[in-house]
């Protein structure tokens, strides 16, 4: 599944961000790594953006643009004895099991 | 990682000028929303300097800090760089802030960094200090808004032991740990803090940094440390298509082909989680418990649940809008005719104590008409920045942005937009002074071109004389007034074609690249009143400083073209006798009216108006304005509206020879019904009244409106632009609904 089709209040955990260059890097630096928790925390009563909880820090997004980041539902917390799950990215297993093993509390 | 700090620094420092060693430069750099303005108004006092980056429009504001802790006081300039997540950029707009860093692009070199972090939002804020300290600069952590982590707080000893560098922790907002972070900048400036902090990024990613880094231009290679991080920025920021000004093209080439060569490998994400999993391995040692959901989130959740409500949260949002708006229109009256008494009190003052003469008429007409043209604004002006001064303080535009943004993305607007755009209605000037709170050039170019077609306050005095003049008081229904529905069309017809407008230029004129939006929904805050008074004051400044000359020589300027040739003193500049010997000598007044206009000279004498400059370029383009159904009357109140939209009415008439005219002024009104054309026809019928108001509500009648859009973007292509596409606008309508309305047989 990927953010659009989350609920209000789902906890998710990203497994990849695609879309165009630069925006996905910039979703990136804003804490939307592979294997970070992800909160929905509203949905504009437009429909349009999300609200999400990363890091601690509110990111408003466009449902257009979350449309490329795939998520897993719950929590990333079991993920860190399965190195290489939440990745979808080849030839990064080990650095993702690296930063999932120190992200989760 | 240990605290480095080098004795020596001399070697990388530029020559100091000869003379007295310059003032040293302090950067205030961090993520949006982490207290960064307000911590600069604390440390330099509110003295700010305004100006622009050099080279792009973008407002940099510096100011004086007196250091006065350990030894002699030492002046040092603070600038306040914009808020940025990361120093990774696409756009011009976005390099500024690693271009500030490292004194490129005629920038001055900073000699410290201070960055500011929120305490509450380390995760997130320590990715660009993470980015900076790879870079190999100067810098010191003010760890900021500690007051909102009292329940959790960050210990600062152990990040500054994390980073390498000294960690203060601050309360801009109430002023605690200010003194201790003056002693630590003055404490850096004199033995620089080096953090030893180097991330170990992926094999395969070293191996590309190391290639790229050997092609570095040589400025860009002044350290080690510093080559790779410019690597690194490079490798992610240079791209087939960006705007990044200094890019050699060799450079470029290389960072695409390794991109390329990376094939399966993601490069952005070796990067980006490196730097992340760092941080979060961090995080546990730093706060005393790890929070997924902070509280002072949690808080501001529970009052989003209201104001984000679909149906209360609209409620809230459209009366706060409502208050703004009416504050603007009518709040702002008594002020703005205040200011328009003391101006003419002060012309009647001239007047009396002085002799008739042409230099009085400057003084009166032109200079103190020009000056309360400028200061009318300031009320409107003052007043839209203390309610966007309360909004973004107290977090709510951000929510403002995230209510309307489904809204203004259709048009191809940015979500925060929208307080601009209602503000048009009020005026064009304050509203386009407030599309600095967008970040981006693109947006805030496109919506300053489109806030003047809104109704604003100016346009209603000419359609109330319209209204008043050319439709009779009838109801529609029995129980409509066809008065008041105009009005209401005239509003709905002038927001319907703002928003086209958007729309179509937002995909032809400033098409650029549709940038996806992020947008942060800050804690709530009380606002800071101080805060907000002096960005109201230094707005306010800024439009009589940049804005006010310009508007102050057009209005002369106006003056001039509606005042000469005079009717009564004779000059002798070749022109005016040219002008006079053409009239003839005995009757010049009565016969160039019987030459151009026979049908108005019926019951009066003629105006001085009409024989001035201004005058006879509205008879000249008479034969234009025809098909809009005007005549040279019309196109001489016209020009004098370029001063202000509602001086169409008192020019008018002066052209009717009717002094101090106002919009409802019986005999003006008479004397429009009452005006025939040669055939003894009506001259103005409601069909060209409509045509009139539809051509005020698209012109670009307003001289300060392109004055204060050629100082926003600092070039005269886009004021030209605006000039030349809302005229042509307003002409296409103005004769789509005459000719259309006489096919109709209106």
Redesign the interface.
């Known amino acids: 599944m990927n953010l659009a089709q989350t609920r209000i209040g789902q906890i998710v955990t990203v497994a990849h961000v695609a879309g165009e260059g630069s925006f996905r890097r910039r979703l990136m630096e804003l804490g939307l790594v592979p294997g970070t928790r992800v909160e929905v925390v509203g949905i504009a009563p437009l429909g349009d953006p999300l609200e999400l909880l990363v890091r601690g820090s509110s990111l408003s997004i466009r449902r257009a643009e979350a449309e490329g980041v795939s998520v897993s539902l719950g929590e990333a917390a079991s993920a860190e004895r399965k190195p290489g799950s939440p990745s979808r990215t080849p030839g990064n297993d080990t650095l993702a099991a690296r930063g999932l093993a120190r992200s989760a509390p | 990682m240990t605290q480095q700090a080098l004795t020596s620094v001399s070697a990388r420092e530029p020559a100091p000028a000869q003379g007295a060693p310059r003032t040293p430069l302090v950067l205030l750099i961090g993520n949006p929303n982490t207290g960064k303005t307000t911590l600069f108004n604390r440390l330099t006092g509110q003295n700010a300097r305004i100006g622009n980056y050099p080279g792009i429009t973008v407002e940099r504001r510096s100011g004086d800090l007196t250091l006065r802790a350990d030894g002699p006081p030492r002046v040092v300039e603070v600038v306040d760089v914009p808020g940025a997540?990361?120093l990774?950029a696409?756009s011009a707009e976005e390099q500024i802030a690693l271009s500030a860093v490292l004194g490129w692009a005629e920038n001055p070199r900073p000699d410290l960094c201070v960055v500011v972090v929120d305490a509450?939002?380390l995760?997130?804020n320590l990715?660009l200090v993470t980015q900076l300290l790879e870079l190999d600069v100067q810098v010191v952590v003010a760890l900021n808004m500690i007051d909102e982590v009292r329940d959790n707080p960050p210990n600062a000893g152990e990040l500054s032991r994390f980073l390498g560098v000294p960690c203060v922790a601050t309360d801009a907002r109430h002023g605690t740990g200010l003194a201790e972070l003056e002693r630590a900048i003055g404490a850096a400036l004199v033995l620089p803090p080096r953090s030893a902090l180097r991330i170990d990024y992926?094999k395969?990613l070293e191996r590309d940094l190391e290639r790229v880094s050997a092609a570095l231009p040589n400025e860009w290679r002044e350290s080690a440390p510093r080559a790779r991080a410019l690597a690194l920025w490079a490798l992610?920021s240079i791209?087939s298509d960006?705007e990044l000004h200094g890019v050699a093209p060799a450079l470029r080439t290389l960072c695409l082909e390794v991109r390329a060569q990376a094939g399966?490998?993601?490069i952005?994400?070796?990067l980006?989680?490196?730097r992340?999993?760092l941080i979060?391995?961090e995080?546990?040692k730093l706060y005393p418990r790890?929070?997924?959901?902070?509280k002072k989130?949690k808080t501001s959740?529970r009052v989003?649940r209201v104001l984000?409500?679909?149906v209360f949260?609209?409620a809230i949002f459209i009366g706060l809008m409502l208050l703004m708006f009416q504050s603007l229109f009518s709040w702002s009256d008594p002020a703005i005719r205040l200011i328009e008494a003391c101006t003419s009190q002060g012309a009647d003052f001239v007047e009396t104590h002085v002799p008739q003469s042409i230099l009085r008429d400057l003084v009166t007409r032109g200079v103190i008409g020009g000056v309360g043209n400028v200061v009318v604004f300031l009320p409107q002006i003052l007043l839209l920045f203390f309610c966007i001064g309360i909004l973004e303080d107290s977090g709510y535009m951000a929510r403002v942005a995230?209510?309307m943004?489904?809204?203004m993305?259709a048009l191809g607007l940015h979500g925060r937009a929208f307080v601009p755009m209602l503000s048009g209605f009020a005026c064009a000037v304050p509203a386009i002074l407030a599309t600095r709170t967008m970040e981006r050039q693109r947006d805030r170019l496109l919506t300053m071109l489109v806030v003047p077609l809104m109704t604003c306050s100016a346009r209603l005095p000419v359609y109330t004389l319209i209204i008043g003049a050319l439709f009779p008081p009838s109801r529609v229904f029995g129980w409509l007034p066809v008065q008041g529905l105009l009005m209401i069309a005239m509003y709905l017809f002038s927001t319907l074609i703002t928003l086209i407008s958007a729309f179509v230029l937002g995909r032809t004129a400033v098409k650029g690249r549709r940038?996806?939006?992020?947008?942060?929904?800050?804690p709530y805050r009380m606002p800071s009143f101080t805060g907000t008074l002096s960005m109201m004051w230094r707005r306010a400044a800024m439009f009589l400083k940049e804005a006010g000359s310009g508007i102050l020589i057009f209005t002369i300027l106006l003056w001039a073209l509606l005042s000469f040739p005079r009717p009564v003193h004779v000059d002798h500049s070749p022109l005016t006798a040219a002008a006079i010997h053409q009239q003839g000598s005995l009757a010049p007044k009565q016969q160039i009216q019987a030459n151009s206009a026979p049908a108005a000279t019926s019951v009066r004498g003629p105006s001085a108006i009409e024989q001035s400059y201004g005058g006879r370029l509205g008879k000249a383009i008479e034969p234009i304005l025809r098909p809009l159904g005007f005549d040279w009357k019309i196109g001489v109140g016209l020009i004098g509206a370029f001063a202000a939209r509602e001086v169409f009415v008192s020019t008018l008439g002066l052209v009717y020879g009717i002094g101090d005219a106002d919009e409802n002024t019986t005999p003006l009104r008479d004397k429009i019904r009452q005006e025939r054309k040669v055939d003894g026809s009506a001259a103005y019928s409601p069909l060209m009244g409509l045509s009139l108001m539809v051509f005020f509500a698209l012109s670009c009648q307003c001289m300060s409106t392109l004055m204060v859009v050629y100082r926003e973007t600092r070039t005269i292509r886009w004021p030209l632009f605006m000039f030349g596409y809302m005229t042509t606008l307003a002409y296409v309508a103005s004769f789509l609904v005459y000719q259309g309305g006489r096919l109709l047989g209106f």
């Open positions: 997540y990361s990774s696409r509450g939002q995760a997130r990715y992926p395969p992610t791209e960006d399966t490998r993601d952005d994400h070796e980006i989680a490196t992340y999993a979060d391995a995080l546990p790890l929070e997924t959901h902070p989130r959740e989003d984000l409500h679909p949260g609209f995230f209510l943004d489904r809204i993305k940038i996806p939006l992020i947008l942060e929904l800050p």
